[in-house]
């Protein structure tokens, strides 16, 4: 199918369907799993019971003696690495840092930690020689909350830990202390004649991606070596595993499998040194993937957080200050995202008075990793539902408080420098419009919330290739895997800029030697980012086209216009007809060779996004139950490239969020030891929890990027818990502060209120 | 996991034969005996699969009114059959309500009522509980959110069977089938509380299996309702769930009665005293009110599970409305 889209584009804004998708539904492709060689061991990782304990001793010599073992490894194995932060590849991180997380060195820091890992001939015997290690253990009190671990004399749990508040001499669980300011936050609260200040809890949750984490190591006698994974970006694999490792970059190779789902968990490495050191000490192959209750232990999650937030609005409806405090959980190992959460917090609304403290505080939880809009939804879920409180103090319609104090275009961000064309008001407008928004919700215990959501975006460098073969069909060579229909994108751009028919291109995700440097998938950045550069290896084709036209001709290449898959002579008439892609192809030898079309960019004017949302729910005040009737999202893409993608990445991360909302919640007990390590216990939304939801694209072009796209992939996960907070209130009266609002959290607060009401009603009497 | 056979028997003599050996487990649908085998819960040397046995995935009508239904027999087969949606709605929503279509579409009857707790203490295999021949429930004193509300001690699981409680109201009975011939009970008398033995759940002895639930014709003028709270839409076990099976005479008082929880206790839970209350009485909101009470009358809740109590009485006073035909009123 190629119906031709509107505002000038050929398949642009078209729906065809996806490159790699009979591949995916017929089962063919390949996920990381899936990847077997000769020879190939299985390798297991021995994690600690423990969520803090020092590690007195680990004896291996019975798990190595069972028939079939071939090598176990610890961090021993691993080169001591800086402890301060350092590059690796384009990042700065700290080493010693990630090279603990990848397997213990003298602590354990969280349930689930890594001590050791065994490589055996198959995964059954590695699990066996799991069991036959020992260690010994001193155990230490787990530090599980950001409360706890803030206190004078908490428990430490990294003793080199400083931050420069605290000066060089202070052990401490707080890594970082980051402020933002603007104007004067007590002389705008001054000016305020309503003012709600609340605090909110979140739990931490996991990104849920269906695939377990996995890798294949295969060491070569020469130095070399190459990892088969499934990663959000082979290059980021390639610099980290290299520093952990102490081997030079170069001297690896990352292949990328199909991803089984990542949103942000899979742009950092758990077992891709472990395959690569268990292979250098047996010579064979190894892999290692992880179950269920491993990925939920020990990889992923997003933070917890502790947040106040305090904003001041006039009577009209004018947001005069907001201040507020931010401390996340970042797990074992600093680096929560709380920095983004504080940066987001209130830049959705023109706010002259801000004042917002952040906090990174260690404790003994998994290393938080990056999830969608990572800190975003925690600081939206108080700031949204504070604004809806204020605008119900002013009685102003939700959205209009919103239009009200909208950001737009010269507006200051939190950092500072203003935003330029951004679409905030118009996702407003786009809800406001919406059928949904328009329609009536009548009905007992029902109610209906808005929020809405704002993220940065990042940029980034990304490389590409376009090849124009013999036969005039072309292929797009990326490094950013695909993710949500990247394929499909990266190639009807190519499309569009070559007019060919999308058909006649086949994109291609190569290994890291295969292709330039290209940066992770995050920060919803590849379409902007590979998609500029393959826009740009598209036009080099483009270029070098008219100039071998020109050679047939034998004129000078400004003298061929190319337009619509077609060059033909600037001046129209004479003899020469014009030739397609498909004609000159064939005759591209006898004028110079291939043609190869190459571009890298480090992309610049990112756009930011913004979404708004809109819910209605059900609650049954029996059991504090919600139900999802109705949601509905608008989010700025900038330019939509196939729309049921864009949509997809809307829907996709709302379902998120509203389990965020909902459901989601890591259980640990009293000892700190994760309970729910399965996705029975640990509730995720299905298609069978949700509604269909109701997506409306709103296309504000990014100045500056040549197809004007902006990011798609992360902030539709921003608004989703703070609108069903909004929309339980409008339902049963409550204002939720928890994360999630489950029904035994919901009940109790239903039950809290009405006991109230009995109360206040009794002593009326 | 562990390495394993399966073995397929001729027929049910030689699959209780086999199942009496050491180490043997029955395969039926595989939901729940994978998932024991997975987290290495449980490593027995064979399964023997009784889906090579013909004959017991059949719901059959017999004199008398009484449906017999095959053990094989499918949750979605239970849930659809109309014989079972015509005379025993209860037990035909308790199958629908359970899991997903999937699981439903190979998860069996017999296997529902003989599936492991989803404790999770239980389920890790790191944890030596009471149940798995260790000295304490770690439920006591751990993250007891999901566990019993009623009955509990010295284990605090709750009973995941969805069907049970239905069965129960309805006045089932199984035929339980083993190396020494065929016994008949109650479903009420199949689950065993853990104050009798804390590391079992069921009666049933080495080699002994499910052969047959059989389900009487219900009274005259019955009417049943089963109800069940999750957290989430699917895919999800009850926090509380309840069944109610009602008789109305002319006058509007309530002629039979049977109230049964699922989910709150280590067994199905039937509340006796709340039964006495409906009897005899005219059934309105009150006498709801008060019948859902005294089932809960009772409950001891741990430290984390007391927002259980309101769920479960929910679920019981909504289960009599329904059943009694009475309006529910939001509260």
């Known amino acids: ?765 | 996991m562990k390495q394993f056979a399966v073995v397929a028997p001729a027929d049910l003599a030689s699959a209780t034969r086999m199942l009496a050996e050491p180490n043997r487990s029955a395969l039926a649908g595989g939901v729940d005996l994978l998932d024991m085998l997975k987290q290495e819960l449980a490593a027995p040397a064979e399964l023997v699969n009784l889906k090579a046995l013909g004959g017991l995935d059949r719901i059959e009508s017999v004199p008398g009114g009484v449906l017999r239904i095959g053990p094989l027999v499918t949750l979605n087969q239970l849930a659809a059959a109309p014989a079972v949606r015509e005379r025993h709605p209860a037990l035909a929503d308790s199958a629908a309500q359970a899991a997903t279509p999937q699981v439903r579409n190979l998860a069996t009857v017999g296997g529902n009522l003989a599936q492991r707790p989803r404790c999770w203490y239980f389920r890790n295999p790191d944890i030596v509980c009471l149940k798995k021949g260790g000295t304490k429930c770690y439920a006591v004193a751990g993250l007891n959110r999901y566990h019993a509300i009623l009955g509990g001690g010295p284990s605090f699981i709750v009973h995941p069977s969805n069907l049970a409680p239905a069965l129960i109201a309805c006045d089932a009975s199984l035929a339980l089938n083993g190396p020494d011939g065929e016994r008949k009970i109650a479903v009420g008398d199949f689950f065993t509380s853990p104050k009798v033995d804390p590391r079992r759940e069921n009666v049933l002895k080495p080699g002994e299996i499910i052969a047959a639930i059989e389900v009487p014709a219900p009274p005259t003028g019955a009417r049943s309702a089963y109800l069940e709270a999750r957290e989430k839409q699917s895919f999800d076990w009850p926090l509380a769930a309840a069944v109610a099976i009602l008789a109305l005479n002319r006058a509007g008082e309530v002629v039979h009665a049977r109230i049964v929880m699922g989910a709150v206790a280590p067994i199905p839970w039937r509340a006796p005293s709340a039964e006495k209350i409906l009897l005899g009485a005219k059934l309105d909101r009150a006498l709801a009110d008060r019948a859902a009470e005294a089932a809960l009358a009772g409950a001891a809740p741990l430290a984390h599970n007391a927002y259980k109590i309101p769920i479960a009485r929910a679920m019981v006073r909504r289960a009599i409305l329904r059943a009694g035909g009475v309006a529910d009123e939001p509260a």
């Not at chain 1, 290692?288 to 020990?298: F, K």
């Not at chain 1, 290209?518 to 070098?544: H, I, K, L, N, P």
């Not at chain 1, 960019?601 to 059900?618: I, K, L, Q, S």
């Not at chain 1, 509604?691 to 072009?701: G, L």
Request: aromatic share 6%.
């Open chain 1, 1 to 765: 199918m190629a119906a031709s889209s509107s505002n000038g584009f050929r398949v642009i804004g078209t729906r065809p369907i996806r490159h790699d998708g009979v591949d995916k539904v017929t089962g063919r492709a390949k996920y990381g799993a899936d990847y077997a060689f000769p020879g190939m061991l299985h390798g297991k990782v021995l994690r600690s019971p423990h969520p803090h304990a020092n590690i007195k001793s680990i004896k291996i010599d019975k798990a190595l003696a069972l028939p079939g073992v071939k090598a176990i490894v610890t961090s021993a194995d691993l080169p001591a690495l800086p402890d301060k932060m350092e590059a690796a590849g384009e990042q700065a991180i700290n080493l010693n840092h990630l090279s603990m997380n990848i397997l213990a060195r003298g602590k354990a820091l969280y349930d689930g930690h890594p001590i050791a890992a065994v490589a055996a001939t198959s995964p059954h015997i590695a699990d066996e020689a799991l069991r036959l290690i020992e260690v010994e253990y001193e155990l230490l009190p787990p530090v599980m909350t950001v409360e706890d671990a803030m206190k004078p004399g908490a428990t430490i749990l990294l003793p080199s830990l400083r931050n420069k508040e605290d000066g060089p001499d202070k052990e401490t669980n707080v890594a970082a202390h980051l402020q933002f300011k603007r104007g004067d936050v007590a002389e705008g609260f001054k000016q305020a004649d309503y003012v709600i200040e609340r605090e909110f809890k979140t739990a931490m949750v996991h990104q849920g991606y269906i695939e377990p984490h996995n890798a294949v190591g295969i060491y070569n006698a020469d130095g070399h070596a190459t990892i088969y994974c499934s990663t959000q970006g082979s290059f980021v694999v390639r610099a980290l595993s290299a520093a952990v490792l102490g081997i030079a970059e170069g001297k690896i190779k990352v292949v990328p499998a199909e991803i089984g789902g990542g949103f942000g968990g899979k742009t950092t490495i758990y077992l891709e040194p472990l395959s690569v050191l268990l292979s250098q000490k047996t010579g064979h192959p190894v892999k290692l993937t992880m179950t269920r209750a491993e990925v939920l232990r020990a990889t992923g999650p997003t933070s917890g957080s502790t947040i106040r937030c305090k904003m001041g609005a006039t009577k009209d409806g004018k947001l005069v200050a907001a201040q507020c405090w931010l401390a996340y959980e970042a797990g074992a190992f600093p680096g929560s995202p709380v920095g983004a959460g504080a940066m987001t917090i209130v830049a959705p609304y023109n706010i002259p008075n801000i004042l917002v403290d952040a906090y990174d505080v260690v404790v003994n939880r998994p290393k938080t990793a990056a999830y969608r809009a990572p800190g975003a939804s925690n600081a939206a879920m108080a700031s949204e539902t504070v604004l809806d409180e204020l605008a119900e103090k002013c009685g102003i319609d939700p959205l209009e408080m919103r239009l009200m104090n909208g950001s737009e275009e010269g507006t200051p961000q939190t950092v500072g420098p203003p935003f330029k064309r951004i679409g905030f008001k118009e996702t407003v407008e786009a809800i406001k419009n919406s059928p949904h928004y328009k329609s009536k919700l009548t009905g007992a215990n029902r109610g209906r919330g808005v929020a809405s959501g704002f993220w940065f975006n990042v940029g980034l460098q990304s490389s590409a290739t376009v090849n124009i073969h013999t036969d005039g069909t072309v292929s797009v060579v990326i490094g950013s895997v695909d993710i949500g229909g990247t394929r499909a994108a990266q190639a009807m751009i190519a499309a569009e800029v070559l007019g060919v028919d999308i058909n006649d291109v086949r994109p291609t995700i190569a290994d890291t030697d295969s292709i330039g440097h290209t940066d992770v998938t995050g920060g919803s950045r590849t379409c902007f980012a590979t998609g500029w550069a393959v826009y740009e290896a598209a036009q080099d084709c483009v270029r070098q086209l008219k100039e071998r036209a020109a050679k047939l001709w034998e004129k000078k290449p400004d003298e061929v216009v190319f337009e619509n898959g077609m060059l033909s002579p600037a001046q129209p008439g004479g003899e020469l007809k014009p030739m397609s892609i498909k004609q000159i192809a064939s005759r591209l030898a006898r004028t110079g060779g291939p043609i190869v079309g190459r571009a890298t960019v480090n992309a610049r004017g990112v756009g930011p996004a913004f979404a708004t949302v809109c819910v209605d729910v059900e609650v049954d005040p029996d059991t504090g139950k919600t139900q999802i009737l109705r949601a509905t999202i608008a989010q700025d893409a900038g330019k939509a490239i196939h729309p049921s993608y864009v949509e997809g990445q809307m829907q996709g991360g709302m379902a998120q969020g509203l389990g965020w909302g909902l459901n989601e919640e890591y259980f640990y007990d009293d000892r700190g030891i994760l309970r729910n390590t399965g996705l029975l216990d640990y509730r995720m939304p299905t298609c069978l929890d949700l509604p269909a939801i109701e997506t409306a694209i709103v296309e504000v072009p990014t100045p500056g990027h040549p197809l004007g796209i902006r990011g798609v992939g992360e902030v539709s996960i921003v608004p989703p818990p703070a609108a069903l907070a909004n929309a339980i209130y409008h339902a049963v009266g409550v204002r939720m502060t928890e994360l999630p609002m489950s029904p035994p959290r919901l009940l109790k607060a239903i039950l809290k209120k009405r006991a109230a009401g009995e109360a206040q009603a009794a002593a009326a009497d």
